[in-house]
């Protein structure tokens, strides 16, 4: 086993509110991805949410929804966004998205293998990538880099 | 440019006829295929076969695994067979030179920003139901480059995406696109096109529509 895992935390704008019929197939679909991540190659542990609907919000902003995951490697938390169901409902993210223009919404780092992240260190490491682009520290799929290599 | 005359080289080893053959029967292939196979189906000597999958390896346009092929282990099960696939590189040449990659990829990267997707899905299908296709379903995914492969009777996977370098780099909006090119392809046919995105094929699969 790897000492590191990958983090990743991605969010999204809702374009209406969950109970609005338009995102009726997206809710439904949340519990659906949920599960199937869940039974993933490489799927390791995610962030569960409390509102009951499977989303993580932050009180302050209900219209935007988190998702916070550890998989083993990048080519694992590949595989299951875009070579699994959950590709049709990327696909279909304009129907309930606000787009997000030319800032990233996901962002992956490295962490020590056992640890679980946080929200607030998602959002932090977010704020870097807007900052600094694609970096060991905060990435992207379009760029990944290597796990670091342990001090022996 | 000197990427683009390596790539010359690579496709420059096609031009001999039989080697051209040999490349065709092993991209068609469902699996990866030994010389025995290939001399078969060409008519030609197993060396002479060999001869040419080599040649084709060198040039980077075939890989090689080894395997023992008829599942026997152990002593006496001879030595390991060498399989041949294509490669997963790609290669174009452009004279002069064109970088229309370069412009798919703004392209693409602006639409995804600006969340105009909804448009490029409409544009793909009304093209895909414009198109002068063949309408037996094979000939018209082969003829568009999909390699199609029946899985039973109502059912057919593709093995190649026409757009793979894009669709890597931008996976929702180039496999949109792709579900809404085929699906106005298949319009007014007996066969529906539907995201079933899986490792090591097109996201897109075909399937006989529903008669209920």
């Known amino acids: 086993m790897s000492a590191f895992h990958l983090a990743q935390m991605n969010n999204a704008r809702l374009s209406a ?19 199937l991540a869940d039974r993933s190659p490489g799927f390791v542990w995610r962030l569960a949410g409390e509102t009951g609907d499977g989303t993580i919000r932050l009180p302050a902003d209900p219209r935007t929804i988190f998702t916070l995951s550890v998989w083993e490697s990048v080519e694992h938390l590949r595989a299951f966004a875009y070579q699994s169901a959950h590709l049709d409902y990327l696909r279909r993210r304009r129907e309930w998205f606000v787009p997000h223009g030319h800032r ?36 992207t799929f379009r760029q990944p880099f290597p796990a670091p290599v342990p001090a022996v | 440019m000197s990427e683009d005359l390596d790539d010359l080289d690579a496709l420059a080893s096609l031009a001999d006829r039989v080697r051209r053959q040999a490349y065709r029967l092993v991209a068609d292939a469902t699996a990866p295929v030994g010389r025995d196979e290939v001399a078969e189906a060409l ?52 004279v002069p ?23 490029l899905y409409q544009v793909a299908q009304r093209h895909g139901r414009d198109a002068s296709a063949p309408s037996e379903v094979t000939e018209l995914l ?16 593709l093995r190649n995406c026409p757009f ?26 007996e066969w529906v096109a ?4 899986a490792p090591g094929r097109c996201c897109v699969t075909v399937s006989k529509k529903q008669s209920d």
Not at chain 1, 105 to 132: E, N, Q, Y
Not at chain 2, 44 to 66: E, M, N, P
């Open chain 2, 97 to 119: 030179p064109r970088a229309y990659r370069t412009a798919a990829e703004l392209l693409a990267e602006a639409l995804e920003q600006a969340g105009a997707e909804e448009v």
């Open chain 1, 104 to 139: 990233d919404a996901l962002v992956m780092w490295w962490l020590p293998a056992g640890r679980w992240p946080t929200l607030r260190a998602g959002i932090s490491r977010l704020g870097r990538l807007w900052a600094d682009g694609p970096t060991p520290d905060a990435f």
């Open chain 2, 43 to 94: 008519g030609i000597g197993r060396t002479l076969a060999a001869f040419h999958l080599d040649k084709l390896v060198a040039a980077g346009l075939l890989d090689t695994s080894y395997a023992r092929r008829s599942g026997k282990t152990g002593p006496g099960a001879g030595r390991p067979a060498k399989l041949y696939r294509v490669a997963a590189a790609e290669r174009a040449v452009s």
């Open chain 1, 17 to 35: 509110p969950l109970d609005d019929p338009s995102m009726a197939d997206f809710v439904q679909g949340v519990t659906l991805m949920n599960d």
């Open chain 2, 142 to 157: 082969t003829a568009y480059g999909y390699a199609p492969m029946p899985d039973g009777p109502e059912r057919i996977e």
């Open chain 2, 164 to 189: 793979h370098r894009l669709a890597e780099q931008f996976p929702p909006v180039i496999c949109g696109m792709n579900l809404a090119l085929i699906t106005g392809l298949l319009a007014g046919g």
């Open chain 2, 194 to 197: 539907r995201m079933e995105a």
